[in-house]
């Protein structure tokens, strides 16, 4: 079986002890030389100084290519537009372009008549400004805001045909769930890689949460592996490791050979799982 690729999803720092995490974390995975890395943004511009901080900062001193969110939920067309230019000013040729969950406000100054709708504008608007090479989301389990799974997919090819190169899945437990998802895209036309998204779930009661509110789920053999752990972390990781790994190793089976991380600035769990997928960082030769 032939070492897959990988990319890392991380998160903008709110503290300076977070921003030291986050910085161990991309130190951590650098020397396993990821396609990409990608930096989440809160819609409405919530992290939008330190998401491009964070951007800046990988773009100038480490090796990596990062992937840059965009969302553009409460925002006009002209704050996007200044964003993704700033982005490409830079040396980041690489968007995952979100329209952002709607923020606790009034309705109709989330979606702004002079601001990108949906991500599918969004995408359109991007390429009007630069190539860029642009990543969007994919929903197997159906966004919990799409009326169906038919939906889902037809918004998916819509969002490809406005010039996305490759759909980054939200994260799921059940790999038949991605395959049914898989062959509904491609017979609808879909031919970009479709990467599946791995979550290692580190605590449960956590992701748990984030499940219910992208509408992923929670199979109850996972909730019986995780049973009687909440106060033994290490236990918690080596299962961590385990789940994910089995899981990779089925989608491998299938013929799957490029996976996306959350690491939610968590390195270990994600260089452990990594290392045993054969993911490693190249042997230094003496001189």
């Not at 998204?197 to 992208?214: D, E, Y």
């Not at 995780?226 to 989608?251: N, S, W, Y």
């Amino acid at each position: 079986m032939s070492t897959p690729s990988v990319s890392f999803e991380f998160f903008p720092p709110k503290t300076p002890a977070m921003e030291a995490t986050l910085w161990e974390t991309v130190k951590r995975l650098e020397p396993l030389r990821p396609r990409f890395v990608s930096v989440t943004y809160g819609a409405g511009g919530s992290t939008r100084e330190r998401t491009h901080a964070t951007v800046e900062r990988i773009v100038r001193e480490t090796t990596l290519q990062p992937a840059a969110h965009l969302t553009c939920v409460a925002a006009s067309r002209e704050e996007v537009d200044a964003v993704a230019r700033a982005y490409w000013d830079c040396g980041v040729r690489h968007i995952v372009a979100l329209r952002g969950d709607l923020p606790q406000i009034e309705a109709g100054e989330a979606i702004r008549p002079d601001g990108y709708a949906y991500a599918v504008d969004l995408v359109a608007g991007l390429k009007r400004i630069a190539d860029f090479d642009i990543s969007v989301a994919a929903y197997p389990e159906t966004h919990p805001a799409a009326p169906s799974a038919a939906f889902e997919v037809d918004y998916l090819k819509r969002k490809i045909d406005a010039g996305a190169s490759r759909a980054i899945t939200q994260f799921f437990f059940d790999t038949d769930v991605y395959f049914r998802f898989i062959d509904k895209v491609r017979a609808a036309g879909v031919t970009v890689p479709i990467v599946p998204g791995i979550l290692p779930v580190t605590n449960f009661a956590q992701v748990s949460r984030f499940a219910k509110m992208c509408g992923t789920a929670v199979p109850g053999w996972l909730a019986d592996l995780f049973e009687g752990l909440d106060d033994d972390p290490e236990t918690r990781k080596m299962v961590a490791a385990h789940v994910a790994i089995e899981q990779c190793r089925r989608l491998q089976d299938q013929g799957v050979a490029e996976f996306h991380f959350y690491t939610l600035n968590r390195p270990e769990l994600t260089r452990g799982i990594c290392h045993l997928l054969g993911i490693r960082p190249p042997v230094e030769v003496p001189a």
